[in-house]
């Protein structure tokens, strides 16, 4: 499997309430970034935590980050219609030397219902 | 400060035919990098780019894919010789001074293959 898969692939809720969605990785890293992708548009960047921190947050966004257990989770609170969306979790390795780039996974749709 | 600006937004080529698909990174930013988006899946790291050379291209498919991002003007991702296999929605990214710093993406250029 690749790195930085999210879970659950999809996920509905009531506006108003918590989404929390989950990431998990392979190889360790130096920073986990969360995107969020309506639907056809590019994507946009959320958050950004570095291996060395544990939780950071951003208005509504909680982001957590576990090394040990090479997961990070996003919970958005209080939500709205419009964070209906695809949420991505990407990974930038610790490669030492090793390809450049991002790496993504296949993301959680998440689905706000009024 | 526009964004990253691709084009164009969307591409229709027929089989054996050539893609040029372009990104114009924001304004100062001097690394650009390149993913693809497969159908229902994440995003892939194609390349990653500076003025005039190729840091890494470790994501590119061997043949008939290739890069440049010249001194003056935009990123060019080039497919030649499409096949049905590269439809998908291609993204570019920029970043002030590289890799590990914040990447603002563009809205993407979808690709299809007839």
Known sequence: SQQGEEDPQALSIQEGENATMNCSYKTSINNLQWYRQNSGRGLVHLILIRSNEREKHSGRLRVTLDTSKKSSSLLITASRAADTASYFCATDPDSGGGADGLTFGKGTHLIIQP | ?114
């Open chain 2, 1 to 114: 400060n526009a964004g990253v600006m691709q084009n164009p937004r969307h591409l229709v080529r027929r089989r054996g035919q050539e893609a040029r698909l372009r990104c114009s990174p924001m304004k100062g930013h001097s690394h650009v990098y390149w993913y693809r988006q497969l159908p229902e899946e994440g995003l892939k790291f194609m390349v990653y780019l500076q003025k005039e050379n190729i840091i890494d291209e470790s994501g590119m498919p061997k043949e008939r894919f290739s890069a440049e991002f010249p001194k003056e003007g935009p990123s060019i991702l080039r497919i030649q010789q499409v096949v049905r296999g590269d439809s998908a929605a291609y993204f570019c990214a920029s970043s002030p001074t590289g890799y590990y710093a914040e990447a603002f993406f563009g809205q993407g250029t979808r690709l299809t293959v007839v």
